[in-house]
C-alpha cells in the first residue's frame, strides 16, 4: 500500500481548460463545501485545498505550508481571472512532523494560514464540528486536486465524494479514515488541505491517501475537534474566530 501527501504540480493553473478534482467524485461547485474553500499554491510547484475559517484566515494541512517555499492564497474572481494572494502569517500546529508517514509516527497535520487581504465576501466560512464521526457514518470529503491520478491536468475545480468512516487501526482521537467499497472513489493530489464534511460542518481536514496509484484508497484526515484549542488561539491573535457547533 502506497501513501502520500496529496500536493499537485501547479503549473497547470495557468491553463483556461475545465479540470476536475477528487479522483471518482463529482463537481460540486455549488456545494456549501466549495463556497468556504480555495487553493494553496506554493513556489516549488505544490498544489493543495484550504478551508476557509474567516476572510483573512484559512486551515489546510501542514504539510502544504511548512518549508522554505513561499505560498499564495489561490481562486478565481467572478470574472474568472486566477487571483493570487499573499500571506501576512502563517501558523504550523506544534505536534505536526514532517517525517510522520515514513517513520509511522503521529503527526497533527494541520496549518492555519492568513491572507494578506481579506478574501472576497461570496467565500463563506465553514462551521466546524467538534464531535467526531462514528465508524459508518458517511462523510463528504472535498478539493481542488486532480480527478485522474497522474494527470495534473485534471485539477483545479471542486469536487467532492461522499465516502463511509472506516476504523482500519480501530477508533481514533486525532485521525478519521474514509474509503469506498471498490476503493476507487476518495482523495487525491492536489486535496491535501480540503474539508471533510458531515451535517453541513468541517469535521476533519485530509492529509493523504493510499492505493495503487496513490488516490482512491484510504483517504485520512486529522479531526479538527481535538484541536479546537490551538485553532482559536491562534485565531484570537490574529483578531479573527472561527464558528464551531
Aim: aromatic share 4%; with cysteine; hydrophobic share 45%.
Amino acid at each position: 500500500m502506497v501513501a502520500r501527501h496529496l500536493t499537485a504540480a501547479l503549473l497547470v493553473l495557468a491553463a483556461a481548460t475545465e479540470a476536475r478534482a477528487v479522483t471518482g467524485g463529482r463537481e460540486d461547485p455549488a456545494s456549501p463545501l466549495a463556497g468556504a474553500s480555495v487553493m494553496v499554491l506554493s513556489s516549488r510547484g505544490g498544489v493543495c485545498s484550504a478551508v476557509v475559517l474567516a476572510r483573512d484566515a484559512v486551515l489546510t494541512a501542514a504539510h502544504c505550508a511548512a518549508g522554505p517555499a513561499e505560498h499564495r492564497v489561490h481562486f478565481r474572481d467572478e470574472a474568472g481571472a486566477p487571483v493570487l494572494v499573499p500571506l501576512a502569517g502563517v501558523s504550523v500546529h506544534p505536534g505536526y512532523d514532517a517525517g510522520a508517514i515514513s517513520g509511522r509516527r503521529r503527526s497533527i497535520d494541520l496549518a492555519l494560514m492568513r491572507p494578506a487581504t481579506p478574501l472576497p465576501a461570496r467565500f463563506s466560512a465553514a462551521v466546524l464540528g467538534e464531535t467526531p464521526p462514528r465508524a459508518g457514518a458517511s462523510l463528504s470529503l472535498g478539493g481542488y486536486g486532480v480527478a485522474r491520478p497522474g494527470d495534473a491536468r485534471s485539477s483545479g475545480t471542486f469536487r467532492t465524494a461522499d465516502l463511509p468512516v472506516v476504523e482500519p487501526y480501530g477508533p481514533s482521537r486525532i485521525l478519521v479514515w474514509l474509503r469506498a467499497g471498490d476503493g476507487r472513489v476518495g482523495a487525491c493530489e492536489g486535496d491535501s488541505g480540503g474539508p471533510i464534511g458531515e451535517g453541513g460542518r468541517v469535521v476533519a481536514v485530509t492529509t493523504w491517501t493510499s492505493g495503487a496509484k496513490g488516490c482512491g484508497g484510504f483517504s485520512q484526515g486529522v479531526l479538527v475537534g481535538p484541536q479546537r484549542a490551538w485553532i482559536d488561539r491562534i485565531l484570537a491573535g490574529w483578531g479573527a474566530a472561527a464558528r464551531w457547533e
